[in-house]
């Protein structure tokens, strides 16, 4: 149940991040979007403050079927003002993009974590990543297919769509898991909704939120890169759409078979401690090797790679440190590490570049 609902939800995103992307880049140019990324990290941390809220008021079943439907009206108030002809629109879907996706998808792993014991996560996260992912290979196709007959403008109806099931099987999971509870210490503490006195009690997650941001500017960059020479190959909007629909199911279609086949094999045999210190030469190897022989081929086939092993063996990997800890840390400082800490890594990098290519 929890693989289905992140296979929807997925499914959905691939619309939401290739629209978005394209639409930007047809209204503002490739060049504009580390300007933009620099404004990732205030729609963050309004998001996970809000969502902290939620949580205290409703409980973590509540709080994902809200952030849901919240979410999928948004969209299509986007969509509206944006066939009305606001371009501005086209940024914040792009900002929106970036952070609705990862609210929704660590509330999910938050109530995965709370399930199984960390010696069964080792066997079960990465089919459970794997599954999920045909989700996002199912999208990233389905883009390719559908943007240059429906409009790419229209697109985010779609992700409306998939918000609303992802809503009803979340509702299901929960029904049928059973819904986590905070535990007693952390009530003593005192309603934390922004996830700040959990995150501070644990120098592990300090290093954990470190590797995170470093891992996700690598990749900011490797994206910037890649959108400025799909910009000059394909300077039109729909089929620019198609492009990246379609080299996000490849990209996903690498991420199933890696959840599938080579996370689980590295978790049992190797241990998450070496796949962490591992994952860094790959993206040292990779990302020189866009610098060195620079092009739009390298540029995706770094990306590409990076991303697969982020999505698959380091996410699950990562994962199975939260497991352990408390209900506050799973379902607040989570959110703080892995929303905010994923997209202001992504800003604090996106300033430096805007700075330099000025």
């Not at 609902?5 to 997925?10: A, E, G, I």
Request: aromatic share 14%; net charge positive.
């Amino acid at each position: 149940l929890m693989a289905l609902t992140s296979l929807v939800l997925l499914c959905g995103y691939e619309f939401a991040r290739s629209s978005a992307q394209s639409i930007f880049i047809s209204t503002y140019g490739a060049k504009y979007l580390p300007h933009a990324m620099a404004l990732i990290p205030i729609m963050a941390i309004a998001i996970v403050y809000a969502y902290g809220w939620i949580l205290s008021l409703f409980g973590a079943k509540r709080a994902f079927i809200i952030s849901c439907l919240f979410c999928a009206l948004i969209f299509v108030a986007a969509q509206q003002v944006l066939v009305a002809g606001f371009k501005p629109v086209a940024v914040f879907l792009f900002l929106f993009k970036e952070t609705y996706v990862m609210l929704l998808v660590e509330q999910l792993w938050a109530l995965i974590n709370s399930s199984p014991a960390a010696t069964e996560g080792r066997v079960l996260y990465a089919p459970i990543c794997g599954i999920a992912a045909l989700g996002s290979v199912m999208g990233g196709f389905l883009v390719g297919f559908l943007s240059t007959r429906l409009g790419t403008n229209n697109l985010p109806l779609l992700v409306a769509v998939s918000l609303v099931f992802t809503a009803l099987l979340g509702w299901v999971t929960f029904q049928y898991i059973g819904e986590p509870q905070p535990e007693l210490a952390d009530e003593k503490l005192g309603r934390d909704h922004s996830g700040i006195k959990a995150f501070f009690k644990d120098p592990r997650l300090l290093y954990l939120a470190i590797v995170v941001m470093l891992a996700q500017a690598m990749i900011m960059v490797l994206d910037v890169q890649l959108s400025h020479y799909v910009q000059l190959a394909i300077p039109t909007l729909d089929l620019r759409t198609q492009w990246f629909g379609m080299f996000y199911g490849y990209l996903n279609s690498g991420s199933v078979v890696f959840q599938f086949v080579v996370a689980p094999l590295l978790l049992k045999f190797v241990g998450p401690r070496l796949v962490h210190r591992g994952i860094p030469l790959v993206h040292i190897v990779f990302a020189a090797i866009s610098v060195f022989v620079p092009s739009l081929r390298t540029a995706a086939i770094a990306l590409w790679i990076i991303k697969v092993v982020d999505y698959s063996v380091f996410r699950a990997a990562k994962e199975l440190v939260y497991v352990p800890f408390s209900y506050d840390v799973r379902y607040r400082a989570k959110q703080l590490i892995d929303v905010f800490g994923y997209r202001s890594a992504k800003g604090i990098v996106s300033v430096i570049m805007a700075l330099l290519t000025s």
